[in-house]
């Protein structure tokens, strides 16, 4: 229950004991409270630190930590307390899934590793959000976002488009861990669906950005021997950018050789011969052909080359903003934001970017404030527990 109102969603009757922090496993159980879970939220007294990072209607509400944890239920414990360990016992007797992001050493001083925690709930899904996995020479050591995306690859890969080393402008290491960890989460509740049996699970940030970088840029190097360096050319030319035009920018990949021959048929630039007209001939010379690309797109306005494009069915699009997003006609369009109400204001909160037909996902609900559901949670655990002693 959210607001005294029932879960909706695939995930119905499904309950998370959420002790993760800042944004990869909040994301992850943020998209699971979505989906229909019952997330309980359990903070220190101290609460997450990502209360206090951003601007909100009140201390620690800032806008990040409200959008990550969404429809959850929020209970503070400290766990250095019996009383309260003993209050997480219980919650843990009644989940399917429990997922924390502390590093392996200290969940497990608190006495809450996997098998602590599966001998008080034998099929419980026990996912772990690493920065690092175990069992490496990195294990244990601290990791964000942005020193994941300097070890990963990514800020190397800007640097070989921009000639500087940069972040990108997103915490995509996060976030791309968070989807993983909401994934696999999913597929060993599915497998315990059909097996009965739990099972722990370790998530890296490390491990996850290696290999979403590598999808493309392993390339030559998946074979043996090595057909040539760990990077995908295309995505890392110099060249490769949105195009300046007479009065702005406009993004597009004329890419296929059906496209590009409609874009030069209807362009008619001279350096577009014979010997560009296969996409494996213009992957060899991604460079020189982003190159002139550039100077061709020199010649029009944004709205002449968005018109020109969009009738060659090439795909182009303006650079918008993320203020533009909050009023973009197709996101409006498909219902995608969605407004809740809560104690503190009225939220317009970026909604579940997946649809289903049968059990539609939705937002559950507004964050909590911290500790906000304690009376409500332990009547609940109480009352169970009366239910059980007859």
Known sequence: MQGGEPHRGPLAGIRVIDLTSTVMGPYATQMMADMGADVIKVESPEGDVMRWVSVGPEEGLGGVFVNINRGKR????????????????????????????????????LGYDYGAVRAIRPNIVYTNCYGYRRGGPYADKPAYDDTIQAECGLVATQRMINGDAEFVG??????????????????????????????????????????????????????????GKANYPRVVSPHRRPYRTKDGHVAALIYNDKHWAAFVDAVQPEWAGPDLATLAQRAKRIDHVYARLAETFLERTTAEWLDLLEKLHVPAAPIRTPDALIDDPHLEAVGFYEEVDSTYGRLRFPGTPARFSASPASVAGPAPRLGEHQAEILAELNAAQRDVQG
């Open 74 to 109: 929020g209970i503070v414990l400290d766990l250095r307390q019996e009383a309260d360990k003993d209050t997480l016992n219980r919650l843990i007797a009644t989940a399917d899934i429990f997922i924390h992001s502390m590093r392996a050493r200290a969940i497990a001083r």
């Open 170 to 227: 997103t915490i995509m290491a996060d976030k791309v861990a968070g989807l993983t960890a909401l994934n696999a989460t999913m597929t060993a509740l599915f497998h315990r669906e059909r097996t009965g049996a739990g099972q722990e699970i370790e998530i890296g940030m490390f491990e996850t950005m290696t290999a979403f970088m590598m999808v493309e840029h392993a390339n030559g190097t998946l074979f043996d021997p090595p057909l």
